[in-house]
């Protein structure tokens, strides 16, 4: 099921509309903290963003430039801002489509079916960030996002920290961590594996994030 995220601070405007995807059969989140809208992106993971631009605290734009920062999902502005310049800075941020104000609920949700045909028809509905105590890790690049501050990995790396994210509080064997990273895992020193750990913990401090890989001797690893 697709689930829509609503970013509008006008309640009634918001209850309308999210009836109305519900009646569709889609799943809702409404944002209610308007100083968390990339956070609750985030963790929801929805396939479709509708945005206002005038938010309190930061506006649309702004959080669309964020959300552009870990994700390619599709953008769609509703606003009562029509002018030109606010339709131009609305693609230029990123967005995908832009609706005015007041507007047909048919319409509206016509051009949301639309973009989810247009995005979802070929390719996998899965998100392209995982979350995890607010570590944010990009499928996509290769990249850690951690309050505003971003590091790259190597495939390595990645594929280790994705593993132990994804597991979150499970702990992950070494032999299993090898076995992602090394076709044959007989040929691979043990100590291979400790030294990209290090190094990956050393990157993740770098961006001040301090413990989040534990070691359990004599096993494996896992996150805080």
């Known amino acids: 099921m697709f689930k829509i995220m609503i970013v509008e601070d006008d309640v009634k405007i918001r209850e309308i509309v999210s009836e109305n995807i519900i009646k569709w059969g889609f799943e809702v989140f409404c944002v209610e903290c308007f ?12 396939h479709l963003v509708l945005m206002d631009i005038n938010t309190p605290s930061f506006d649309g734009f702004y959080w669309c430039n964020k959300i552009r920062e870990v994700s390619k999902v599709p953008i769609v502005f509703v606003s009562s801002r029509n002018t030109n310049m606010d339709i131009i800075m609305a693609m230029n941020v990123g967005g995908d ?38 570590v944010i890790l990009n499928l996509k690049e290769y990249t850690v996002l951690h309050k505003d501050e971003k590091i ?3 495939k390595n790396e990645f594929k280790i920290l994705h593993m132990l994210m994804k597991n979150g509080r499970n702990v992950v064997s070494r032999e299993k961590i090898m076995r992602s990273l090394w076709d044959d895992e007989s040929f691979v020193d043990d100590n291979t594996l400790t030294v990209n750990i290090n190094r990956l913990r050393k990157k993740l401090e770098g961006i001040g994030i301090y413990n989040f890989i534990e070691t359990k001797k004599g096993y494996g690893y896992t996150t805080i």
């Open 35 to 46: 100083s968390d809208v990339f956070n609750n992106y985030v963790k929801e993971k929805p």
């Open 97 to 134: 489509d832009f609706i005015q104000k007041p507007f047909s609920i048919e319409v509206l949700m016509a051009k949301i079916n639309a973009t989810l045909r247009r995005t979802y028809s070929y390719t996998s509905i899965e998100s392209d960030v995982i979350e995890y105590k607010g």
């Open 152 to 154: 790259e990995l190597t």
